[in-house]
């Protein structure tokens, strides 16, 4: 298999088809994914209030684990994107065992971290009932890492090859087998026990195996022409981007699991109404996450090409698409509440604070969709350690000592929070947006600066080999 640039890169103008045709299959993916954990919630929901506020602690508390590695995927998919757009095919497919050697090495150190739910989620749940039911959850998720990391690893190498297509697949396939499962292992079936929160995370952990060995047998053909044994240059480019992603992921999500805890302190109602309202607006968001990553891709392969008014084309047109279906989905939050809550089958009182959480989501669509696409614009080109800085001074200094005052000084609940929430993203969309306006982010690819790295290192052998 070898997949052409021009699949994702247009000759001529990269307009919004161009951002369309990568964006969509990845729409796909991220709305299935949406969907199984829509069902968990609606399966979990079914448990009672307790186990629904737990699998919204127990899942944020595994993306802190998980975070670091998908920010090196993060950057082995910009560099995977650079070299497909300069046209070095072959050095873009070995970036492939890169992948899986992240994904083997950091898989197994996330599985460890099973062992601190006892001792971290008691900390971060409202009370001790929620605290077990996260553990559970949490546990089961962090032991199913090392097939987490092969199939993120694998999809993002085909992502940075500009096929998002075979990822779209795996998911598909993988998601609608967690759909079957998930009712059969958290209630039980015949000679299956019933596990509670238990199964969702089971279920969870198998689908995904399913799309990981679905896209190692597809990689196959490219593993096999390849070779495993990496230059120390090619190292450093994946960690130059993806170092920065990673600790960005880390301590956002980081800052996101102590912000759902200042919404637990509010109270069982409250946590749960948060968990229904951000399952709802994954649905807005996604298509905006989705076309930032075509953004990021189509960026990253047009500076590679040496066609930088070819990444602000694709950056421009990927807003444009992204402000109109995030605005479309925020109209839809505004009019029709109701029916969106009514789904997850909550308490009186908990629909009661979801309806004002989504009104106040519906309001800051706008600024995380020029959020979102700058965000991959600026991942594209390699330049995540500033979006590294901007992102967590917004997230640390800015949301969690807003959320503090709203929830605990001022007594505002979760919808203290949610307007915290709102006011990080407006001012980190501003800053992002002045960054793409500029020529700074463009200066250098990834790639020219490990070429630059490679030719410094064979001058300096030369030059000791020559004075030996």
């Not at 998911?171 to 292992?185: W, Y």
């Not at 001074?393 to 503090?404: E, I, Q, T």
Request: hydrophobic letters at 55%.
């Amino acid at each position: 298999m070898r997949v052409s640039r021009t699949q994702a890169l247009p000759e001529g103008r990269v307009g919004a088809r161009a951002v369309f045709r990568l964006a969509w299959p990845i729409l796909i993916s991220m709305l299935s994914y949406t969907v199984m954990s829509v069902v968990d919630t609606l399966f979990v929901g079914r448990l009672g209030t307790a186990p629904l506020a737990a699998i919204g602690i127990a899942a944020s508390t595994a993306f802190i684990v998980f975070g670091f590695a998908f920010g090196l995927f993060g950057g082995l998919r910009v560099v995977v994107a650079q070299e497909t757009g300069a046209g070095h095919d072959d050095a873009a497919d070995a970036y492939l065992w890169q992948g899986l050697g992240i994904a083997g090495v950091f898989g197994v150190v996330a599985a460890l971290f099973a062992f601190i739910g006892p001792i971290l989620l008691p900390f971060l749940s409202g009370s001790a009932e929620v605290a077990e039911q996260a553990d559970i959850y949490f546990g089961i998720r962090v032991l199913g890492a090392p097939i987490v990391f092969v199939m993120v690893a694998v999809k993002s190498w085909f992502e940075g090859r500009g096929d998002t297509r075979t990822p779209m697949v795996a998911n598909l396939v993988a998601n609608g087998l967690n759909i079957a499962v998930d009712p059969i292992l958290i209630f039980g079936w015949g000679p299956i026990p019933a596990m509670g929160i238990g199964g969702a995370a089971l279920a969870t952990v198998g689908s995904v195996a399913v799309a990981a060995i679905w896209l190692f047998l597809q990689s196959g053909p490219v593993l096999r022409r390849t070779s495993a044994r990496q230059r120390l240059s090619s190292w450093r480019s994946v960690l130059h981007v993806g170092v920065p992603l990673g600790v960005r992921s880390v301590l956002e999500v980081g800052a996101w699991v102590l912000f759902t805890s200042l919404v637990a302190r509010a109270g069982e109602w409250e946590l749960a109404a948060h968990v229904v309202v951000i399952r709802i607006i994954m649905v807005s968001f996604l298509p905006g996450h989705a076309i930032s990553e075509a953004v990021s891709v189509l960026v990253g392969q047009a500076l590679g090409a040496g066609r930088p008014e070819g990444a602000r084309q694709a950056w421009r047109a990927g807003t444009i698409l992204a402000l109109s279906g995030m605005t479309a989905m925020a109209v839809l939050f505004i009019v029709t509440p109701e029916p969106l809550i009514a789904v997850f089958g909550a308490e009186a009182g908990v629909v009661e604070v979801a309806r004002n959480l989504l009104v106040i989501g519906a309001c800051f669509q706008i600024f995380d969709a020029l959020a979102m696409t700058s965000h991959g614009a600026l991942s594209g080109a390699g330049d995540t350690r500033y979006v590294m800085v901007v992102a967590v001074a917004g997230a640390w200094f800015l949301n969690l000592p807003l959320a503090w005052i709203f929830v605990v000084w001022a007594d505002l609940g979760a919808a203290g929070a949610w307007i915290a929430l709102s006011v990080e993203i407006a001012v980190v969309a501003v800053i992002y947006t002045r960054r793409v306006l500029g020529d700074r982010w463009m200066e250098q690819t990834v790639v020219e600066v490990a070429e630059e790295e490679a030719v410094s290192q064979t001058e300096a052998d030369d030059s000791s080999e020559a004075a030996a």
